[in-house]
């Protein structure tokens, strides 16, 4: 009887296991909002412990792939990790985490699509987050490849507070801004595109505190010998 | 705390779930202390663009992967494809929209939102946001559409449907819900929707009274947000109508939401803005997915004891480029619309032939190829016949010959042309005074201002500098002649600003006013089929009329 009620269409969830995963991660150092890690393009590694639990949150003893990524950041290169009845305990390697970033492993079914396993889209993330410092405007800047920026896409925050980061010009649709505390020609400036005129208080000289917005690099045409400028936006 | 009951052990079942090894339980999962994962489909603002288009993607648009050199962009099929795609690639989701899928092409104008709600309910939508343009055929249209085709929740907080004496609003009252909780596999979503209210007060129904009482969003959130939390939602969002900068303001000021998604003022924003609530330090994402169905957005999220832990966002682009397939249900829908259009309307029709692209926008930021065309066919028209005419800019949606190459031409069809304007509008007459005349020119230049000094307006029979720096319009010409403030001018104009929309309320107090009826559209297609080769040497160029000064 219950092995027909299994085959019938009005069956609630029909439930692929694990139902959850649970990451520890398995270091000290993982910064705070006060005291957060440096900023590094810098290749990191993060040593974790990753166990995949049944729907009563206990141990299921899963044998497969994992897909792992870094929100917010980048991993160092595309990954997944195999469990092993029911547990992964290794390192993740990363760059480019700012602000509170944590490193999702999901369930998205086998990469070996031989096997038939159907994800169950189970997703654990590492708790408690680790602490980056934000970039500066020359953090963003500085990298070896324009065509590869490390913050591309992303929603961050302008190091700010603890700088002297200064509005230098105004125009339509954005302004552009300069971090005073670094040396000139330190690839310290940028512009913010606003989409519409910046609001009234965005006036020369006036100091940020605080600067969020979408990471977009800004390529000019092959023709300009000038390095590409990166342009934080607010609005897309 | 363990879930409860029944769980089988299906070892070796076959044909019924897969080939290898599984459990298969009906049990509720015990989501206490575990991260949970939702995954969210958004939509936003599709304007009745149920069928692929061709247009020409912006700057932005291609930074967001909607590449130039499509065949054609948008489709709700495709659409559907993508949505039902995700979802199947999901574990939880919902997929919201946050409002205004009514109003932008020829569909709407005929069938008034019946194939936009058969359309969506298609794509499996679970709630859509009430917001302005769904009211552009009526209230009581609305209710029709909903109760007659609707599969999806509709959800409006902000909108009070109690009066008696208006019988629409008892009917929407019906068909609609302030908030609801969606329930998947043990996690409760609390979902409050807020629709905008900025253009409610230019949409009229028969007595200028659409019978809504607009409840302030800063009280019935939190009262909203409370009453679902109570009644066990783990995480509570506002799917809104508001527009991008209420959105954020919401998200830093309200503090027991967790998620924001908008809509309205068609931008799309990958990755999304994250917002800092200033009285709980929470950071709140905000989410928007643009317009005209140039995208569908999918948003993930980890949540933990009702924290929202961290997100994951992908926009997908949609063209015939970007998206391999079309869903089959969603498109015998709207092939029954479309096989009928193409009988009645003739859209295939050449009306004119286009030897550059026609712009909505001019390259300055001041009048426009296509805004100058469609106010000089507005005060010419015979009957009409006024010194000047004033018309939004917005009410002109889109390019015509938008993918035109340099040396080739353009057959302009009556597709463009309701793709272009796909307003109902009429023309206004009305009497102003020169000091009216100066106050409508200096709101025109403010609003600019607030839009990157792109004209919010264009205009027949004037010529002004529009200054963006000091907000006011200066050096005015009518005719060729200084305004006189004293004098007296007869204006054309459209219903809808006539009305008070977009904020033009110093004409919607004029008294003078006249409706003539006559479509705005429909004088614009005699105008092309009078002229035929455009620009050629009709009005349809930039003559700087409108000077931007910033």
Known sequence: MLLLLACTQNTPVERVEPTFIYVTVLEDELGTVDAPLPFSSETTQL??????????????????????KLRPGRLDQAQWVTVTDGVYEGDIAFANGFASTRVWFSDEGDKDAGTGREPSFATGVTDPPLWYALPTLAEINEIDDPESNQLENEFTEVRAIDRDVRVTAVGTNGFWITDMADEVGSYNNLFVYT?????????????????????????????????????????? | MPASTLSIALLGL????????????????????????????????????????????????????????????????????????????????LHLDSGDCFQGAIIFNEYEGEAEVRGLTATGLNAAV?????????????????????????????????????????????????????????????????????????????????????RDEYEVVPQEAALLRAQGADIVLTLSHMGLDDDLEMAAEVSDIDLVIGGHHHVAIDPPLVVTNRHTGKRIPVVHSGAFAKFVGRLDLVIRDGELMSHDYTLFPISSETVAGEDAEVTNILLEYQDDLDQRYKLDQVIGVATQRLTRYGTTGGDSMLGNCTAEAMRAYPGVETEIAV???????????????????????VDDLFNSMPFDNTITTMFLSGREVQELLDYVAWRSSERGCNSQAQVAGIRFTMN??????????????????????????????AHGGSGFSMLERNTTQYDTGVSIRDVVKAYIVDQYDLPGDSACVEDGRILPVF
């Not at chain 1, 609001?199 to 940020?208: F, H, I, N, Q, T």
């Not at chain 2, 005015?476 to 305004?483: F, S």
Request: one cysteine or more; proline letters at 5%; a negative charge.
């Open chain 1, 195 to 236: 989409f519409s005129r910046p609001r009234d208080e965005v006036v020369l000289g006036a100091r940020l505190s605080l600067l969020p917005g979408a990471n977009q690099e800004y390529l000019a045409p092959r023709s300009s010998p000038s390095r590409p400028t990166r342009s934080p936006r607010t609005r897309s």
């Open chain 2, 130 to 214: 009430i917001a302005n343009h769904e009211f552009d055929s009526g209230a009581h249209n609305l209710f029709s559409q909903i109760a007659g085709h609707g599969g999806y929740d509709l959800l409006a907080a902000n909108y009070d449907f109690e009066s008696s004496d208006l019988p629409w609003s008892n009917e929407l009252e019906r068909v609609s819900l302030p908030s609801k909780i969606y329930e998947m596999d043990g996690l409760r979503v609390g979902v409050i929707g807020l629709g905008n209210l900025s253009s409610l007060n230019s949409i009229h129904d028969e007595d200028n009274s659409l019978g809504i009482t607009v």
């Open chain 2, 14 to 93: 076959v044909g019924c779930t897969s080939m290898v090894p599984t459990e298969t339980t009906w049990d509720v999962p015990a989501l206490a202390g575990q991260d949970v994962r939702l995954t969210i489909i958004h939509t936003s603002d599709i304007h009745s663009r149920l069928l692929p288009y061709q247009f020409d993607p912006s700057f932005t648009d291609n930074g967001l992967g909607l590449a130039d050199g499509a065949t054609d962009y948008g489709g709700l099929a495709r659409m559907a494809y993508v949505i039902k795609r995700e979802r199947e690639n999901a574990g939880r989701s």
């Open chain 2, 468 to 497: 963006c720096k000091d907000r006011i319009a200066e050096d005015i010409l009518i005719n060729g002649v200084p305004l006189d403030l004293d004098g007296t001018y007869e204006l054309a104009t459209n219903n809808y600003i």
């Open chain 1, 47 to 68: 040593s974790v412990r990753v166990e995949t639990l049944d729907v009563n949150g206990d141990p299921w003893p899963h044998n497969g792939d994992l897909v792992v």
């Open chain 2, 391 to 413: 018309t939004n800019t917005l009410g002109i949606r889109s390019d015509i010959g938008a993918t035109l190459e340099e040396g080739e031409t353009w057959d302009i069809t």
